[in-house]
């Protein structure tokens, strides 16, 4: 079984790199890289969107933690 799965992984691993090689041969270095570079901005520009949006969602979750008549909210119970 150990050898098929490393079988597979090598497999793909040289047809990664054939593509690569490939695209980088019909498109030239310059192409590829400035693509490559775009793909990584668009990348973290989605990353910190993200990011920033579920921070936003635990500090929210902070404010709404506080006691409200004397209560604890059920969330603060359990820790």
């Known amino acids: 079984m150990v050898w098929w799965f490393k079988l597979v992984m090598r ?3 040289w047809t990664v790199v054939v593509l690569v090689i490939s695209a980088i041969w019909q498109r030239g ?3 590829t ?3 490559l570079v775009g793909w ?3 990348l ?3 990353w910190w ?3 920033r949006r579920w921070e ?4 929210q979750g902070r404010r ?4 409200v008549l004397g209560r604890t909210s059920a969330r603060a119970g359990w820790r």
């Open 11 to 13: 497999i793909a691993f």
């Open 29 to 31: 270095v310059e192409r």
């Open 33 to 35: 890289v400035g693509d």
């Open 40 to 42: 990584g901005q668009e």
């Open 44 to 46: 973290s520009e989605v």
């Open 49 to 51: 969107r993200e990011y």
């Open 56 to 59: 936003g969602y635990q500090n």
């Open 64 to 67: 709404n933690q506080g006691p």
